[in-house]
């Protein structure tokens, strides 16, 4: 185990409505980056989060956020949910910059 | 943008059989990572290599990385069903901390 927990592990949302996917990381970890994946797919890269502040983004539209807090956790939220949200939502927490932990992540359902 | 191609895409073999997993970038790689995933579930990172020409095992997974082919290759040698997964390549960019992945190698092995 990494030691990156995610929650919920899964969870089924209607096409229109918002959610919020939770990631804990390791202490110390002050880096945080999350991760779309679709079925049959590699990860794509949503954000990533440096000091509860973003310092990068993929190629994801505006109503995908997030945010990170001084405990190590962050969050993701996706507003106006579409059918191709669906997917497997993988958090991935560093201490150096360089190696990532991910979490076992949050199987999305949009119906 | 870089993009990673692996190859092959999915592979069955016999337990005790060696096999090799290739991964091109189609720009110059500055960090190659391998994780390993289960279905549905979170990354476990295997190697991680920077240097061209470097090779790195973990009990019976090599890695190595050719820079100037902008490829990597991952060998198993003496495969057990445990080694049964789903392998990704992932590749950070000069100065950048966004990882991109191949679609992935689905393996599979008989007892």
């Known amino acids: 185990e990494t030691g990156v927990t995610q929650s919920p592990t899964h969870l089924i949302k209607t096409r229109g409505q918002q959610v919020t996917l939770r990631c804990s990381s390791q202490s110390g970890h002050n880096t945080v980056s999350w991760y779309q994946q679709a079925l049959g797919q590699g990860p794509q890269f949503i954000f990533q989060?440096?000091?509860?502040?973003?310092?990068g983004r993929g190629n994801f539209p505006p109503r995908f956020s997030g945010l990170q807090f001084p405990n190590y956790s962050s969050e993701l939220n996706v507003n106006a949910l579409e059918l191709d949200d669906s997917a497997l939502y993988l958090c991935?927490?560093?201490?150096?910059?360089?190696?990532?932990?991910f979490g076992p992540g949050t199987r999305l359902t949009v119906t | 943008s870089q993009e990673l191609e692996q190859s092959p895409q999915s592979l069955i073999v016999q337990e005790g059989k060696n096999l090799t997993i290739n991964c091109t970038s189609s720009k110059t790689l500055y960090g190659l990572y391998w994780y390993k995933q289960k279905y549905g579930e979170g990354l476990i990172f295997l190697m991680m290599l920077q240097k061209g020409g470097e090779e790195k095992s973990h009990e019976k997974i090599t890695a190595k990385l050719d820079e100037k082919k902008q490829q990597s290759s991952l060998h198993i040698t003496a495969s057990q069903p445990s080694h049964a997964g789903i392998y990704l390549c992932g590749a950070s960019g000069a100065g950048s901390y966004q990882l991109t992945f191949g679609k992935g190698t689905k393996l599979s092995v008989i007892p």
């Open positions: 989060y440096y000091r509860e502040e973003e310092n």
């Open positions: 991935a927490s560093s201490l150096s910059g360089v190696e990532y932990d």
